[in-house]
């Protein structure tokens, strides 16, 4: 079955740049019609989804974060990776990768999820 791994640095200072970088097991992250997400949960706070990257390798963003989020992708490694500039304490939340089919994007069920990493925002 397929899993997922999450893997970065848990602290970044304000103003760089948070990259973190999804590895996917069990199944080719171009595979069928998943699309690779990026989704944070802040303190106290729901869901937020980020992104996604597709299976043939177009993005789309949460128009609250476009400007600052990019989502690419390692076919070789079977990778996505995430990269946030301009990071705040506002930014500070566990982070999640998932595969969800487009239907599921969105939910908190469905798909195949990573264990989530915690990043806070800090000097």
């Known amino acids: 079955h397929v899993q997922l791994q999450v893997s970065g640095p848990g602290l970044v200072k304000p103003s760089l740049t948070l990259s973190l970088t999804c590895t996917v097991s069990g199944d080719s992250i171009t595979s069928a019609y998943f699309w690779c997400s990026w989704i944070r949960r802040p303190p106290g706070k729901g869901l937020e989804w980020i992104g996604y990257i597709t299976r043939g390798g177009n993005s789309a963003y949460n128009p609250s974060l476009k400007s600052r989020a990019s989502i690419s992708r390692d076919t070789a490694k079977n990778q996505f990776t995430l990269q946030l500039m301009s990071v705040t304490p506002e930014d500070t939340a566990v982070y999640y990768c998932?595969?969800?089919?487009?239907?599921?994007?969105?939910?908190?069920?469905?798909?195949?999820w990573g264990q989530g990493t915690q990043v806070t925002v800090s000097s």
């Open positions: 998932a595969r969800v089919l487009p239907s599921q994007y969105g939910s908190q069920y469905g798909g195949a």
